[in-house]
Structures are given as structure tokens and as C-alpha cells.
């Protein structure tokens, strides 16, 4: 454990430096597939889905893949993709394995590459489909003195009698020249970006290969093409999320802000972005600013000191997730005016409302509550488990799910028993406490005893 932290942070130093210092001198030409050139070969979410347990949502498909789990078996699940695939003009390649409990072919088309699998979960089968998007990696730049050490559709590995270390500065200052950007790094893999695709430099030793230096490439699509400086620490991405995490050393933290501000300001307004403020929004101890595209996709940069650095979030959203999100949460804040607007006395035929009890996170903060609405922080990334977990409750108490929205970074949950309703909204930030709404008539929150 301890060989694999040392060698990440020589990672991260290699390729900070190496980063910043060979900027081109002039533009460099990419290629590397955007967003809409990946969508055009691949669009996942024209691809049909099969039948769910109890009808469950398949989440957010994403132009990088997605997974989700079928009622299907394994042999039926991958056959209904390969055929799908076939009509769709993909090429299976060699090597497809197909067993009672897993199956696995690598697909092409147009240079891109996709890899399909399913597998046994439970009483269901997992299906996974991932994009690697297209890029020639026997074409990618290396140290002198390397040689091929073998060759898959989606791999391509390479040998060399030179250190690790030096292999890795070596093929970080030629990646950069060839415009690709560093975008953190894993243990012995470095990571670098140029449009939307992200490409992985595995360099480690090899003890049974005479602790020869081996370099092993591979690509996966991604679903946004989210920037970040090539100073930074600990960067982390996810795709099924679409944030971008880092931290950002600076010696003064007004310094920092002002840094990350002006990369955003500089490197989004060169594609087309333009910011919806003059200038950051400063919320409490942490502060953010929005961009916009002519697409109108939204990207939301957030920032905070933490530990003597400032701690960064960019979270990015299409057009299309935007307004599905104002869409739910406006018709839910247009319910709670209705409701409020009911008269509130009682008829002697109407009998007295039972109260709705609700238990809260034992870590929950900033209570607010009155008769028609709870409203609570907690810990980043526990608003969407908790409303789910709640509805789950409910329904098992009698409570009907009328709609439900779970996404990563928001949802709302609308819930009916008899003549009453209940609405559950989550906001996650990434960053920040998340908050979480309940909205309804009789609501109280529940002492919970201490153990």
C-alpha cells in the first residue's frame, strides 16, 4: 500500500509539472473524438432496454455507456445486444466468450470501439456497455527505445529496459505535446483528456519481466468534456455523474479562487461558454459560478478552502437534464402553493389529520419544520439514499409511488395514502451539506430515542 501511495504522488508530480511546462506554443491539432462526434457513430439511449425487476428505472444513460440489470438471463440478454448491434452495422470482433454466466464481445465501427458484457447478479443478469471511443493507440507517442509487448483492439501494451520514473516524465512531456491534458492520476496510471475522451497510461515494473518497465494504453469515451488546470491534486472524474473533483494548491486561498475562476473564464469562453454572473456567487464559506453553452448544457464550478487548498467540484449537465430537473421541482413548488392555499380549518364531518411522522438521519442538520414541510442538510452524497430509503418505508406502510426522479444530483419522490400526499425533493451539490425537502400536510419530525 504504502509503494502504491509513493508512486502516485510521483505520478501527480510528473505530470503537474510536466504539464504546465510544455504548453504548446501553438494550437495542436486533436484527435480525439467531442461529445457529438461520439453520438453520431454511438447514441446509447436509441438502443432498447430490456425488461427490469418490478419495472425499475434504468438511470442515466450516458454517450461513455451505461449499466443497468435485467429480469433476462445471461445467454438471451447478450444475444438481444448482439443483434442489435448487427443490424446497427457494429463488427464483432474476435475472442467473444459466451458462458451460462457471462458473456463478452468487443464491437467496431468507424474506429470506435465498444464493449459489450452480462453477467449473473442474483437472480438477474448485469449489462454493461461501454464506449472507448476511437483512437489509433499504435499511433500515440513514445520513448525512445520502446518496444511492442502485445496488441488488443482495446489495449495496446509496450516494454522498455528504462526506470519507471523516467518512462513515465518521458511519455507525459510527449502526450502533451501531442495536446493531450493531464486529468489525474491512480497508482501507476496517469491520465490524460483531449476532447471527450480520456486516455489511460498504465506504467508500472514488471518483476516477471525482468522489472522491465511496462506501458499499457487504454480509452474510454466520456460524457462531458469538463477542463481542469494541469496543477492540481488528487483529481478524481466520474462519468456516470459527470463531476470533476480536485484540489487546488495555492499559497494565498483568495489567489486560488481567483486562478480557478480565471482558467474556467479563459478555457470554457474559448468553446462557447459563456458565464451567468460577472463574478463568482459567494455562498457562506464557499463560493460558485454557472456557465452556459448555446446548446444551453450548464456546467457549475464550486469551490471551497479546505486544508489549506481549494478544494474544486464541476459538476456538468445537458440541456436536456437541466430541464427535466426545473421541470420536476417547479410543479412540485406549484403543489405546495396549492396546498398552502387550502383552507386549513376543519368541517365537523372531517375527521382530525393523523400525523406523519418522519425519522431523520442521525446527522442531520439545520432542521426547519413545520406542519406542511421538513426541511434538513446532511452529509454529501446521503439526500438521494435517504429518500429512497424513506419511500421504501412508505410504500411498505400503505403509500403509492404516483412519480419518482432519482438522479445523482437531484430528485423528488411523490408519494399518496387515502386523501393525502407527500413530496420528497433532494438537491446533491458535490461539495456541499445536501438538502433535503419534504412537503406535505401533518408532517413531524420523530424524537428518536438515544441508545
Not at 47 to 74: N, Q, S, W
Request: charge should be negative; glycine fraction near 6%; include cysteine.
Amino acid at each position: 500500500m504504502r509503494l502504491q501511495v509513493s508512486t502516485g504522488i510521483v505520478c501527480v508530480a510528473l505530470v503537474s509539472s510536466l504539464g504546465s511546462a510544455i504548453a504548446a506554443d501553438k494550437p495542436v491539432k486533436k484527435i480525439a473524438p467531442t461529445v457529438a462526434e461520439a453520438l453520431k457513430v454511438f447514441d446509447p439511449e436509441t438502443l432498447p432496454l430490456l425488461p427490469t425487476k418490478d419495472d425499475e428505472k434504468v438511470g442515466r444513460i450516458h454517450v461513455g455507456g451505461f449499466t443497468y440489470t435485467t429480469t433476462k438471463d445471461v445467454k438471451s440478454a447478450f444475444e438481444f445486444y448482439q443483434a442489435e448491434f448487427e443490424k446497427r452495422k457494429w463488427k464483432e470482433l474476435p475472442n467473444t466468450y459466451v458462458s451460462d454466466d457471462s458473456c463478452s464481445a468487443t464491437l467496431a465501427k468507424d474506429g470506435y470501439h465498444l464493449s459489450l458484457s452480462t453477467s449473473k447478479i442474483g437472480d438477474g443478469t448485469m449489462v454493461i456497455i461501454h464506449n472507448h471511443g476511437k483512437l489509433d493507440l499504435k499511433k500515440l507517442p513514445l520513448p525512445q527505445g520502446v518496444k511492442p509487448l502485445h496488441s488488443f483492439p482495446i489495449t495496446e501494451a509496450f516494454l522498455s529496459d528504462a526506470k519507471r520514473e523516467d518512462v513515465a516524465a518521458e511519455l507525459t512531456k510527449l502526450l502533451v505535446a501531442q495536446g493531450w491534458e493531464p486529468y489525474g492520476t491512480a497508482g501507476n496510471q496517469m491520465f490524460f483528456k483531449q476532447n471527450a475522451l480520456r486516455l489511460s497510461a498504465d506504467v508500472m515494473t514488471a518483476p516477471a519481466l525482468g522489472n522491465k518497465t511496462a506501458i499499457t494504453f487504454s480509452t474510454e469515451q466520456l460524457s462531458a468534456d469538463i477542463p481542469a488546470p494541469a496543477e492540481t491534486v488528487q483529481l478524481q472524474y466520474s462519468d456516470s455523474t459527470k463531476h470533476l473533483f480536485f484540489d487546488y494548491a495555492a499559497d494565498d486561498i483568495e489567489a486560488g479562487f481567483a486562478a480557478i475562476y480565471q482558467f474556467y473564464n479563459d478555457k470554457l469562453a474559448a468553446d462557447g461558454w459563456k458565464p451567468t454572473t460577472d463574478k463568482p456567487i459567494e455562498d457562506g464559506n464557499h463560493s460558485f459560478f454557472i456557465y452556459r453553452n448555446p446548446a444551453k448544457d450548464l456546467i457549475e464550478v464550486n469551490m471551497t478552502e479546505f486544508e489549506g487548498q481549494v478544494r474544486v467540484g464541476v459538476d456538468f449537465q445537458t440541456a436536456k437534464e437541466v430541464a427535466e430537473i426545473d421541470a420536476q421541482i417547479k410543479a412540485e413548488l406549484a403543489k405546495r402553493k396549492k396546498e398552502k392555499e387550502k383552507p386549513t380549518a376543519t368541517t365537523p364531518d372531517e375527521p382530525e389529520l393523523e400525523t406523519l411522522k418522519i425519522a431523520l438521519p442521525a446527522d442531520a442538520k439545520n432542521v426547519e419544520t413545520d406542519k406542511s414541510e421538513i426541511k434538513f442538510h446532511v452529509g454529501n452524497g446521503k439526500a438521494k439514499p435517504f429518500a429512497a430509503a424513506l419511500a421504501k418505508k412508505l410504500k411498505a406502510g400503505g403509500w403509492k409511488e404516483l412519480s419518482v426522479t432519482l438522479e445523482d444530483m437531484a430528485g423528488a419522490i411523490v408519494l399518496e395514502k387515502d386523501d393525502r400526499d407527500l413530496t420528497i425533493i433532494y438537491l446533491e451539490t458535490g461539495v456541499l451539506p445536501s438538502e433535503v425537502k419534504l412537503m406535505g400536510r401533518g408532517l413531524e419530525v420523530e424524537k428518536v430515542k438515544a441508545k
